[in-house]
């Protein structure tokens, strides 16, 4: 088996932390906290697991955070025992290899994409009776149990396969091709945050980044809430271009006040050493960044009574955040975090369920979002070109698995 792993090793991690902003190739040294690495194949760990054999894998922006310790140890999530190894890539599709004796999902040759693999145990996984609140309501993510006793996936994308418990990986449709099938995942992310923060129709609807997540969630906007009028921040010229093609009305290439009011219809008020603010800005802020100078922005350019949803994984504290429009604006800050169950016009299912509904409906066109394929062992030189897509015009990069 090969995989690509990051270990929880304190000191590597700091300095890893450390050394790669000025050399990103000390990753691959023996020094840093992930080893790309080949052994033996494990034996399958109880009798409701199984193996699947990787056929391709997107790159995600959470994968490259881990590799390159762009998270900080004073956030919240770091105090969690989780896991003392990270198996990179879950944007995968797999087939399965081996079932355990106590396996009903699967069967060898079947086509499945990772669902909680990535996440660590659960409920599920664990085959812990009663589960918590979470697990029971299928939102697995939460679980409280997730550190109990127990046995843990082994391998992720980032490698030739990988074990996993059969609750763990979900059934990929014949229908959808190869490509269709990788983009399920971060398409999920996309789905879950609009499901549950959905724009009304006729709302003024900002997406703030158009990295893959901006852009999945412009699309999903404009297949869900076709009404809504949306407008994309967005750097980068083919960025900008494929922001249009998913469905933006209008594209702003940096954060200018006074075209956000402009664009709103609002009114833009600034004062010495303050950038302002924008009174009656957008109905609903997408935050597909969320980092310290996007939140600050988003909360400044959303309406009185309006919502910011944070989709955008920050993994670090943020410090002089001005939070009074939460309370002086009566402003809505919510989190969106990963797939789970989703709610839409009376119905409750898998957020995986709903992105195949889109897909078969027509709904969902991936065209030119997957720009960079490379084979596994160029693993290097994919992750590099990830990691500046600025730079590469890189949208979605991905690892595909010969044999």
């Known amino acids: 088996m090969r995989a690509i792993y990051v270990d929880k090793h304190i000191p590597r991690v700091l300095l890893t932390k450390a050394v790669t902003p000025l050399w990103p190739g000390f990753v691959w040294t023996p020094f840093s906290a992930a080893r790309a690495a080949e052994f033996p194949d494990p034996p399958l760990p109880g009798p409701r697991w199984l193996r699947v054999r990787n056929l391709a894998c997107g790159i995600c922006a959470s994968d490259l955070s881990l590799l390159f310790v762009h998270a900080d140890p004073s956030i919240a999530p770091a105090a969690l025992p989780g896991l003392s190894r990270f198996w990179l890539g879950h944007e995968t599709v797999s087939i399965v290899t081996e079932v355990g004796t106590g396996v009903t999902r699967f069967r060898p040759g079947d086509r499945v994409l990772m669902d909680t693999h990535f996440a660590g145990a659960n409920c599920e996984t664990l085959e812990l009776a009663p ?202 800050l919510v989190g969106s975090y990963g797939h789970g169950m989703n709610e839409w016009n009376g119905e409750r299912k898998h957020t995986y369920e709903w992105v195949f509904d889109l897909f078969r409906a027509g709904r969902l066109d991936i065209e030119g979002l997957i720009t960079h394929r490379f084979p596994l062992r160029e693993y290097k030189e994919a992750i590099r070109v990830a990691s500046a897509k600025g730079k590469h015009r890189a949208i979605k990069v991905v690892l595909e698995h010969e044999g």
């Not at 609750?167 to 190869?178: E, G, H, I, K, R």
């Not at 009174?279 to 009185?304: E, H, K, M, Q, S």
């Open 131 to 332: 589960k918590c609140r979470y697990c029971a309501q299928g939102d697995y993510h939460f679980c409280v149990n997730k550190s109990e006793p127990g046995p843990r996936g082994i391998g992720g994308g980032f490698g030739d396969a990988y074990i996993t418990h059969e609750s763990a990986v979900y059934p990929a449709p014949p229908d959808l091709d190869c490509d269709q099938a990788l983009l399920v995942e971060p398409l999920s992310i996309a789905v879950h945050a609009v499901m549950r923060f959905p724009p009304q129709v006729g709302d003024k609807v900002l997406v703030i980044g158009a990295g893959i997540i901006g852009l999945l969630v412009t699309m999903v906007v404009h297949a869900l809430a076709p009404q809504a009028e949306i407008t994309v921040l967005a750097r980068h010229p083919h960025q900008q271009q494929m922001a249009e093609k998913l469905g933006a009305r209008r594209i702003l290439s940096r954060a200018e006040y006074g075209a956000v009011a402009r664009i709103t219809g609002g009114k833009h008020f600034s004062a010495p050493l303050n950038r302002g603010v924008v009174i009656g800005g957008f109905d609903l802020i997408y935050d597909c960044v969320a980092d310290p100078r996007t939140t600050n922005d988003a909360l400044r350019w959303v309406r009185a009574g309006g919502t910011v949803v944070m989709i955008g994984a920050h993994m670090a504290p943020m410090p002089r955040i001005d939070l009074t429009p939460v309370w002086y604006h009566h402003v809505n």
